[in-house]
T-cell receptor, first 113, second 110 residues
Framework: EPEVTQTPSHQVTQMGQEVILRCVPI?????FYWYRQILGQKVEFLVS????????KSEIFDDQFSVERPDGSNFTLKIRSTKLEDSAMYFC???????????FGQGTRLTVV | DAKTTQPTSMDCAEGRAANLPCNHS???????VYWYRQIHSQGPQYIIH???NNETNEMASLIITEDRKSSTLILPHATLRDTAVYYC???????????FGKGTRLHILP
């Protein structure tokens, strides 16, 4: 069964460093998303992406964040200068154009030290 | 903000039907009811969704009341692997993002 793949599963980085989280969405999907979940808290929407541009972003998604679809398969989330409070699980999701249910990856656990 | 109210937690015996309630009294005519679950910090998993008719798939059944102000997700024969947080989400079909609430933590007891 096709699935959304995220790498790495766990990333440890020093405060102030840049990180790139990678996602390979399901191949025929057109809409892409990033969510995050701080330990013990709700899953929070960050950004949606369609047709090579951001379609919606939350207040969390400030200038330190950016997304890119550099080729036909990868979808990345970059955090320019990480802060301690960026420590969280980051989930990528995707969906087709003809359906409304999104499929999530298994997440990347980001730890900022 | 989440437009739904769910119990914080529930227990269900293994092999029994798990019935998870959800209130969505302010739901509007073009909003669907979606259910997702999250097993121990894994990515959320889509279960089922519906507008006004009851729905069934290989995972679960969704019963929506006639006034659409509440619904129940039914896992017909719960197993230990169904232990998870279950999210009831009300969402416009045109709305792109999913807004997660706190969900119901379902414990399946052996």
């Amino acid at each position: 069964e096709p699935e959304v793949t995220q790498t790495p599963s766990h990333q440890v980085t020093q405060m102030g460093q840049e990180v790139i989280l990678r996602c390979v969405p399901i191949s025929n999907h057109l809409y892409f998303y990033w969510y995050r979940q701080i330990l013990g808290q709700k899953v929070e929407f960050l950004v949606s992406f369609y047709n090579n541009e951001i379609s919606e972003k939350s207040e969390i998604f400030d200038d330190q964040f950016s997304v890119e679809r550099p080729d036909g398969s990868n979808f990345t989330l970059k955090i320019r200068s990480t802060k301690l409070e960026d420590s969280a699980m980051y989930f990528c999701a995707s969906r087709t154009g003809g359906s409304t249910e999104a499929f999530f990856g298994q997440g990347t656990r980001l730890t900022v030290v | 903000d989440a437009k739904t109210t769910q119990p914080t937690s529930m227990d269900c015996a293994e092999g029994r039907a798990a019935n998870l309630p959800c209130n969505h009294s302010t739901i509007s005519g073009n909003e669907y009811v979606y259910w997702y679950r999250q097993i121990h910090s894994q990515g959320p998993q889509y279960i089922i969704h519906g507008l006004k008719n009851n729905e069934t798939n290989e995972m679960a059944s969704l019963i929506i009341t006639e006034d659409r102000k509440s619904s129940t997700l039914i896992l017909p024969h719960a197993t230990l692997r169904d232990t998870a947080v279950y999210y009831c989400i009300v969402r416009d079909g045109r709305d792109d993002k999913i807004i997660f609430g706190k969900g119901t933590r379902l414990h399946i007891l052996p």
